[in-house]
């Protein structure tokens, strides 16, 4: 696969996640098993490897506050299903974390080359450290990718997803690291007339016209 066609395939914020259907460590699953929640879908490099053992235990042990916001997990490397089983055995074995989630065994890259997680530049047979966060309707809301060296902070994707779910319930945008109770961003008014009337209301925290924040 050269870069050209990798390219070509990288999935697009905003439109519909690719569709799949693929073995997993819980059975065959679906991009539609998951309509109506949210879902975080990520791939790490290769089974037994330091680094992605310390994302997934990190995973695993946020799956509960995941759950807590409708939004369910997903794992994948392309390994078998028999390489996921023994690795998160060795996890429970070894560090005592039990992994609760299911793994994609995606053999064929279907999936990966799917998401656009193959760059060759990195590495020709693995997956890097990809993340997507699908919503309710399967539109793709955010992609983020990671060198093979470096892993992931979990806090960062739960802090997305509650501010994709407070953008979408407020029809507002979040500043930088919003966390749950800061003031929100209100959208830049479309004329003239409404800057004028938005700065003069004093119903807004308005440092200019077009930078207005509110609480919820």
């Given at each position: ?9 990288m999935p697009r ?36 490897t330091p680094v ?165």
């Amino acid at each position: 696969m050269d870069e050209n066609t990798t390219a070509n395939r990288m999935p697009r914020i905003n439109e519909p996640a690719p569709d799949f259907e693929a073995p997993t460590t819980h059975g065959v699953k679906k991009l539609s098993d998951y309509k109506g929640r949210w879902l975080v879908l990520f791939s790490h490099p290769a089974d037994f490897t330091p680094v992605c053992t310390t994302e997934f235990m990190a995973f695993a042990q946020r799956q509960q506050e995941f759950e807590d916001l409708g939004c369910e997990l997903l794992g994948l490397s392309i390994d078998s299903t028999h390489s996921h089983v023994a690795w998160t055995r060795n996890i429970r074995e070894k560090f005592g974390i039990e992994i609760g989630f299911p793994i994609i065994a995606d053999l064929s890259m279907q999936v990966a080359s799917a998401y656009g997680m193959i760059h060759p530049g990195a590495a020709d047979t693995s997956a890097v450290r990809a993340t997507f966060i699908i919503d309710p309707e399967g539109t793709l809301r955010a992609m983020v990718y990671y060198p093979m060296s470096n892993g992931r902070s979990i806090d960062e994707f739960v802090r997305l997803v509650k501010a994709l779910q407070t953008s979408d319930a407020n029809g507002v945008a979040t500043p930088e690291n919003w966390q749950p109770g800061d003031k929100v961003i209100v959208p830049p008014p479309a004329t003239a007339e409404e800057a004028d009337r938005r700065v003069e209301s004093g119903e807004y925290e308005c440092t200019d016209w077009y930078f207005c924040k509110r609480a919820l």
